[in-house]
């Protein structure tokens, strides 16, 4: 203990710019929620290349695994501290970024699967109205 006292009198100054110059240390607990919205964030960014591309089959298992993420994060959020380093704030504001471009993209697509939905229900109905659909049936009897 001495030592150390007698080193840290000698060399205050080279302590104080080791101090001054050492990067941010990042807690555990911090790093693994950073891993998370990591992993969250490729997701979306899968997400938005599924939706650009049109591929909406691939949504399904997207969404699973989107869910089993949220889950997770959820988790870890229970247990972390009250403070969030800077680098997970930063990381969290990104992700929220990502989500909400793929929520918009989503709520496009859904509009457009709406208005086709109302297209052919139109059509249904005028179709019905004319009566075609019931001479066929009288014509099978």
């Known amino acids: 203990m001495r030592r150390a006292q007698k080193w840290l009198a000698n060399n205050h100054d080279d302590a104080l710019m080791l101090d001054r110059t050492a990067p941010p240390l990042i807690s555990q607990s911090d790093a693994t929620l950073i891993n998370c919205v990591e992993r969250i964030s490729a997701l979306l960014d899968k997400e ?71 297209m052919i229900m139109d059509h249904i109905r005028k179709e019905d109205s004319d009566g075609t659909y019931s001479r066929m049936s009288s014509s099978r009897l």
Do not use: W
């Open 48 to 118: 938005s290349s599924i939706l650009a591309n049109g591929r909406i089959s691939d949504l399904e298992i997207v969404n699973i695994r989107k869910n089993h993420l949220l889950f997770e994060f959820s988790r870890l959020m229970n247990n972390a501290p009250t403070y969030l380093s800077e680098e997970l704030r930063d990381r969290l504001s990104a992700c929220k970024r990502k989500a909400l471009r793929n929520s918009e993209a989503l709520k496009h697509y859904l509009e457009a699967v709406q208005d086709l939905n109302l």
